[in-house]
Structure formats: structure tokens, C-alpha cells
């Protein structure tokens, strides 16, 4: 199984044979951080203690992507300049995508190689938000089925169901995840009450500003809620702040957004869609819109669940940001920590009835695609993804 490859240090990226390596200059003096060069959030000095996540809804793990997964080989040259060089190859086909969160030089010959084996490459500035991508040519993409894109966008009844079935799904998400804590004597009667009456007026909905009004409303209940779920008063909610975040909760919000946005971009590229023609959110000039789309649907069960795990179980503290004018953000032990945890929640298999049998949420995110794609060439109506608990 391919997995994501996590850097955080600064340093070289570049091609040898059949295996990509990640190459920094350390001083002769210099302890070498095994973990934290060529990096995977587990095997990390902040690695999570799994017995603490295990959901009951939750069941048969996939490997995650620790170093031992990933192949890494290691290897030390010392230099005539008092410095030494540590090079940590991995073999191509274990990467399924990078995500670089620190000053990484790059060449042509490593974009080539990167490119030729399908590899996106998601950029992160020095916040820990979502900046860009790599995304290598398409190498599924289908003439036919972005004209059908097109279409279902250009008309407003197609769009319409299509952005009413994924604001349904990132709604009724919503209400599972608060009905889960309900049933955890978490008072949320009100706020699921609201929200279910914001969800009744999507069907007479018929403009797509009007749509993006409700959704508007919904978060603002939903949000709310976050502060009788968590047990801590450090990371309480007041409003929604990004771009920047200027709180602890906000912060995580915005990170963990920004990474699963990531995620569906890189399950898209494996589907015949284009990620700049969403339903939900507009067309623009500057960026991808689908999959912002196919992130509302998945952001309660996967990002939102983590988020209370991480604060509730303590395993994320205020020592875990960073704090700047007007900004704040998690350092790289805080990034490690949730990116850990989102990670193990994507390897999570669940069991599917249509398919009888177990598949992981990263899967599940390219199901939902494939189910799109078909509704595209009236295959089948898309319905959304809900989350069983």
C-alpha cells in the first residue's frame, strides 16, 4: 500500500535510479534526527499512543506509513568542510503523495521522475497551511467527462442537486458526529435541533448563493457547539477566524482543513474529474474548487473527530503553538501530533453494505469521486457519504 511521505526538515529532494532521497548538510557535531528528516508523523518523538483512539465504530487498521512501510535506507558521508551529508532514500512505488512543510530545494530531473510515476506534491508555507501543489499531468483525465463537468456546472438545476447533495452530506456528518457526543451525555439537543432545521430548507432551495447562506448558518451553530464537546478552556470556541487563525482552536481548524483538502486532491488526480470545476464552490481563476467540494463531506467525520480526541485525550496542549502578531499556529510537534492522528483515521476501514466489505476512509474519499463521476454520465444519482456511529 502507497503511502504519504511527511518532511519537515530543510533540504534536498532529488532522484537516484528508481528511488527518490532526501539529502541535508548537518554540522560534523550535529545529532542526526533519525525520525525527523525523511518524516513520518508516528515515528516522530510526539507519536501518538494508539490505545487512546480506538472508536468503536472504527476496525481493522490499515499499516500506516512508519519508516519500516516506507523502506527508508540511511546513509552518512562526511565531508572535507567539518559538515556532514545524510541522504534517506525510499523507493517510488511506496510514495502515494508528499507533503513538505519545510525549505525543500527541488530539480527538474526529480519533477520528471516525480511526474512519469504520478506523485502530487502538496506545499505547505510556513504556518502549516495549504499553499499549492505539484499536480502532474493528468494522466486519467477524460475530455468527455470534464465536458460533463462543465455541464452540470454551466446548468443550474444539475449544479443545484449536486451542491445540495454535498452540502446534505457535510450537514447530516455534522449531525451524526454531534449525536455521537449526545449519546456521551453531551447536552447538544439545541444545537442538532437548529441545525436539522437549517437542513429542511436545502430542498426549497434554488439559487446557489442562497445554498451557501445555509451553509453559512449551519457552521455558525455547528462551530458553537464545539464548546460543550471540549473539555478544555483553552480551546474555546468564540468565532471563526483563518487567514489568518488567531486562536488555539482555530488554528487546529484551519490545519486540519487545509491538510484534507490536500488529501482529496491527491484522490482526485486519480479519477477521470478535473479539481478545478467544483458544484458547491465557484469556479475561479486561482484555485481548485472540488475538492473543497468533497472535503465538507468528510471534514466532520475525519478533522472535527480528531480535533476532540486531540484536546479532550490531552495529547494537545498550548505548548503545541506558536504564537505571532495576529496569528496563531501549531509548531512542528503539534503538526506531527495531528497529523498522526488524521493519518490513522484515513487508514481506518470501515465496512461499506453496497460493497460488503471493509475500506479505508482514503478510499472512501475516492469512492465518493467515482460516485460523482457516474451521476456525471447518468450512470447513477449521486447520493453522499453519511458515517454510521
Known amino acids: 500500500m502507497k503511502k504519504s511521505l511527511y518532511i519537515f526538515k530543510s533540504g534536498y529532494l532529488k532522484r537516484k535510479q528508481n528511488t527518490v532521497y532526501f539529502e541535508e548538510v548537518l554540522n560534523i557535531d550535529d545529532n542526526i534526527e533519525t525520525n525527523n528528516i525523511f518524516d513520518d508523523p508516528l515515528n516522530s518523538k510526539s507519536s501518538l499512543d494508539y490505545e487512546n483512539f480506538n472508536d468503536n465504530v472504527l476496525q481493522d487498521y490499515d499499516n500506516f506509513s512508519t519508516s519500516q512501510d516506507l523502506e527508508i535506507q540511511e546513509e552518512i558521508e562526511d565531508t572535507q568542510k567539518n559538515s556532514k551529508i545524510v541522504k534517506r532514500y525510499i523507493p517510488i512505488h511506496s510514495i502515494n503523495d508528499i507533503h513538505i512543510f519545510s525549505e525543500v530545494n527541488i530539480n527538474k530531473k526529480f519533477i520528471d521522475f516525480i511526474s512519469q510515476n504520478k506523485i502530487p506534491i502538496h506545499f505547505y508555507n510556513y504556518y502549516g497551511y495549504y499553499e499549492g501543489t505539484y499536480y502532474p499531468r493528468e494522466f486519467y483525465n477524460s475530455g468527455y467527462i470534464v465536458l460533463k463537468q462543465a455541464e452540470h456546472y454551466l446548468n443550474n438545476e444539475k449544479r443545484l442537486y449536486l451542491a445540495k447533495s454535498i452540502l446534505s ?52 451553530i455547528y462551530y458553537k457547539s464545539f464548546n460543550k464537546i471540549i473539555k478544555n478552556e483553552n480551546f474555546l470556541f468564540e468565532k471563526r477566524t483563518k487567514r489568518p487563525p488567531t486562536d488555539f482552536l482555530n488554528a487546529l481548524i484551519s490545519f486540519g482543513n487545509s491538510y484534507l483538502y490536500a488529501v482529496c486532491l491527491s484522490e482526485i488526480y486519480k479519477t477521470n474529474l478535473d479539481p478545478r470545476i467544483g458544484f458547491l464552490h465557484s469556479v475561479t481563476f486561482r484555485r481548485f474548487s472540488l475538492n473543497l467540494d468533497i472535503a465538507e463531506i468528510f471534514r466532520p467525520i475525519l478533522v472535527d473527530r480528531a480535533i476532540f480526541n486531540l484536546i479532550n485525550k490531552k495529547v494537545i496542549n498550548t505548548t503545541d503553538f506558536n504564537e505571532d502578531v495576529g496569528i496563531c499556529y501549531l509548531n512542528e510537534d503539534g503538526k506531527k501530533k495531528f497529523l498522526s492522528l488524521l493519518e490513522e483515521k484515513l487508514s481506518t476501514t470501515i465496512k461499506l453494505k453496497k460493497l460488503n466489505r471493509n475500506v479505508s476512509f482514503r478510499n472512501i474519499i475516492r469512492l465518493e469521486l467515482y460516485k460523482i463521476q457516474k451521476h456525471l454520465i447518468s450512470d447513477e444519482e449521486y447520493s453522499p457519504f453519511v458515517i454510521e456511529y
Open 169 to 220: 452530506g457535510a450537514i447530516l456528518n455534522s449531525l451524526k458526529v454531534l449525536n455521537y457526543y449526545t449519546k456521551r451525555n453531551v447536552d447538544l439537543n439545541e444545537d442538532i435541533n437548529n441545525i436539522e432545521s437549517i437542513f429542511s430548507k436545502i430542498k426549497e432551495t434554488n439559487e446557489i448563493d442562497k445554498l451557501l447562506g445555509l451553509e453559512g448558518n449551519y457552521k455558525i
